[in-house]
């Protein structure tokens, strides 16, 4: 018996796995099955499937209308907290102790925030920054941070001569005009010289017990501080008294106007790296006498200048064991090191080193660390660092350590202002947030996947719990949660915003670009979930316009109920549906996925798409 073969036999294309946005630069007919031209508010699992994103819901107001300009997540004496900063004030957010979400301000008078707050921790307490001054809170006590009081000379003898002048300490701290001296009396001589004239001398005491010596005891004159102690019954000897006094003005407007923070010492997180306010320089913090790391304590010769005093330093990380530095066309190496000077002090020293004189960062205080790689946004494009030597994981000057990784969102990061986005790695999710206006670019960096959110009016984030927090240009805090099946808005309908979600796939030749095709079904997996809900449809380059079919494939639950899916479904395994579109006579074929409904979730597994070749193109 003859057997008729068809010369066109019908085969099905699979989409296995999604891959996220790829907004190539010359069109859509390349990308791999599973790449999207477009892919808003559509995120990539780690196994691969397509999920619309979390909703935002709110956690707090803080005061309408007002932008959060700062939020921190960190442990506060023992305690962990979520400290935030609105129109003025700093606000307890998040409470440990309590497992609460209060709306609390710490500090009773209002301060500038408008120029953003950035938070560090250090020593257990919180520490701020905001462009004009400079905040401790220890978890029950807000103020502002008067400085470490150096020991600038110990071991003054009991004369007035230059051999009597003691041994220089401690340099003078940029924060106060505050000092301290140690005398070492004899028990003969009374007359002790300071060493800054005219000094305010405020108080002496005895290093012994602490004790305060009265007033009446001692007197000051002409640089010289005469002591009328009886020294029969008070102590004498090395470093047994201490004079505290002020001179001259502070340089704390140095500290002060600085806006961001970076810790590092070499090995050790033990100093404070402040900068960002608008030159080339970053001051750091040193230890005090006891060998305790201060973050009060910034003495007045720790500064290092970064290359030219043209271009400001942007940006500041811990790399392995070195603090990268960025400007705005340039990154730079510090090294910790030793020196010894000429009165044979050991001192610590940072030395710098040029990495790449043409590329660096625009973004002010938006430098992170993804899976321990710097990432930067320099000229529309955002830039990753790697270190190319297997034996150091050190940046050192090389060209190629620079890794361009946007170009699958290319389209849409040319279009922000690079010196206003905020950026954020949201490392319990492997995400990375580039946010500008309203829209985030999320690099799924666990999967390498790329995607688009909308309606993120984010100013600053902050992680808890595995979950992401972030303040809001309208005075909210927000929270990503996949609890929340809509946005919260103040002006929707119960507050509830319908997240339009829409991927689109590339133009897909279906494996033959050269021949035309005709397709009448397609089959669509999707995972049963509360309230899942999808409309698919399809475009071709002969029609853009298809009828959209609905895949409800939801399971009964009580916390969400949606009458108009109602289902008495109670399998939670994969769901399969073919739907029934017909395309005729088309060589590129598109698949739309959307999901515009209030109040709803959706977790895409896959798709197979049923096509027959019918003859060559035209």
Not at 213 to 226: F, N, R
Not at 499 to 522: F, N, P, Q, T, V
Request: net charge negative; aromatic share 12%; with cysteine.
């Amino acid at each position: 018996m003859a057997r008729i073969v068809s010369s066109a036999p019908n085969k099905v294309v699979a989409i296995k796995q999604f891959y996220g946005l790829n907004e190539n630069k010359g069109g859509d007919t390349k990308l791999r099955n599973g790449e999207a031209s477009i892919c808003q508010n559509w995120r990539v699992t780690r196994d691969g499937n397509l999920q619309r994103r979390p909703g935002k819901a709110l956690v707090n107001i803080l005061e309408a209308d007002e932008p959060v300009t700062g939020i921190w997540n960190g442990w506060v004496g023992g305690e962990e907290y979520i400290l935030a900063a609105c129109n003025g004030y700093i606000y307890k957010v998040y409470d440990g102790t309590s497992d609460t979400f209060p709306c609390t301000a710490i500090n009773a008078t209002n301060i500038t925030t408008s120029n953003g707050v950035h938070f560090f921790g250090f020593d257990s307490k919180a520490y701020m920054l905001t462009g004009d001054g400079y905040y401790v809170w220890d978890g029950a006590t807000f103020s502002t941070v008067d400085g470490y009081v150096p020991v600038v000379v110990i071991a003054i003898g009991p004369d007035t001569t230059a051999e009597a002048a003691g041994t220089t300490f401690e340099q003078v701290n940029k924060l106060t005009n505050k000092r301290r001296v140690w005398l070492s009396p004899d028990g003969t001589l009374n007359s002790f010289k300071i060493p800054e004239s005219p000094a305010d001398i405020t108080y002496v005491k005895k290093l012994t017990d602490g004790t305060e010596v009265p007033s009446s005891s001692w007197a000051y004159s002409d640089g010289v501080l005469a002591l009328t102690l009886d020294w029969t019954t008070n102590p004498i000897g090395p470093n047994t008294y201490e004079v505290g006094y002020s001179f001259g003005t502070s340089y704390r407007s140095q500290v002060e106007s600085m806006r961001f923070s970076e810790i590092y010492s070499g090995t050790t997180d033990s100093r404070v790296f402040l900068y960002g306010d608008g030159s080339n320089k970053t001051i750091y913090s040193d230890i005090d006498y006891d060998g305790k790391p201060s973050a009060e304590y910034f003495p007045d010769l720790n500064e290092a200048a970064v290359g030219d005093a043209n271009t400001k330093i942007t940006g500041l990380i811990r790399h392995h064991a070195s603090l990268i530095c960025f400007k705005r066309d340039s990154a730079w190496n510090i090294t910790s090191s030793s020196m010894t000077l000429e009165d044979g002090t050991l001192i610590s020293s940072f030395h710098v080193i040029p990495v790449n004189r043409i590329l660096g960062n625009e973004a002010m205080g938006q430098v992170h660390l993804v899976l321990n790689n710097p990432r930067t946004l320099f000229q529309n494009e955002l830039y990753e660092w790697r270190s190319n030597n297997a034996y150091s994981g050190n940046l050192s000057y090389d060209e190629r350590q620079a890794k361009r990784i946007s170009d699958r969102v290319f389209n849409t990061l040319r279009t922000f202002d690079l010196e206003d986005c905020v950026c954020f790695d949201d490392n319990p999710n492997q995400e990375y947030y580039v946010v500008y206006n309203g829209t985030a670019i999320v690099n799924n960096y666990a999967v390498d996947a790329w995607y688009i959110y909308d309606n993120i009016n984010a100013t600053c984030f902050a992680t808890l719990h595995n979950e992401l927090f972030f303040g809001g240009k309208d005075g909210r805090i927000y929270r990503m949660t996949e609890e929340a099946l809509s946005d919260y808005s103040p002006t929707a309908q119960q507050n509830r915003e319908v997240i339009h979600a829409l991927w689109k796939s590339g133009s897909m030749d279906l494996g033959a670009d050269y021949m035309r095709k005709y397709s009448s079904a397609l089959w669509v997996s999707v995972k049963p979930e509360s309230n899942s809900y999808v409309d698919i449809t399809i475009e071709t380059d002969r029609r853009n316009e298809f009828l959209s079919r609905t895949v409800a494939r939801g399971v009964t639950g009580f916390a969400e109920w949606d009458f108009r899916s109602f289902t008495f479904n109670f399998n939670v395994m994969p769901q399969i549906k073919k739907l029934k579109i017909k395309a005729k006579k088309f060589v590129y074929y598109r698949i739309v996925f959307e999901d515009n409904e209030p109040q709803t979730r959706c977790t895409v597994l896959g798709a197979d798409i049923r096509v027959r070749q019918t003859g060559y193109a035209k």
